[in-house]
């Protein structure tokens, strides 16, 4: 059974910094693309970051850009969000998802995700 767990969500201060992690078990996504998208309230799910299985390529949202990096270890299966100087709108659940590209509609599994709360 394929499961995607993330952590490392909580509150920060705005200018604080958060990294959360999403552990992938029951099988090896060789080949395929890790994601987080987030939904802040209110709003619909939007892509926030992606990396191909080897590392080598990487994509962000223009909102997050330069503030976040995604990473990720094969060898543990998990990939990670580091977020610095975080702000307000920032605020959303952050879901980890696994697919063939970066579109939302095009996910094999997904996470049940994390909140981000980020206090002004």
């Known amino acids: 059974q394929v499961q995607l767990v993330e952590s490392g969500g909580g509150l920060v201060q705005a200018g604080g910094s958060l990294r959360l992690s999403c552990a992938v078990s029951g099988r090896t996504f060789s080949g395929y693309i890790m994601n987080w998208f987030r939904q802040a309230p209110g709003k619909e799910r939007e892509f926030t970051a992606a990396i191909s299985w080897s590392g080598g390529m990487t994509y962000y949202a223009d909102s997050v850009k330069g503030r976040f990096t995604i990473s990720r270890d094969n060898a543990k299966n998990t990939v990670y969000l580091q977020m610095n100087s975080l702000k307000p709108e920032d605020t959303a659940v952050y879901y980890c998802?696994?697919?063939?590209?970066?579109?939302?509609?095009?996910?094999?599994?997904w996470g049940k995700g994390t909140l981000i709360t980020v206090s002004s």
């Open positions: 998802a696994v697919g063939r590209s970066i579109y939302d509609d095009a996910m094999d599994y």
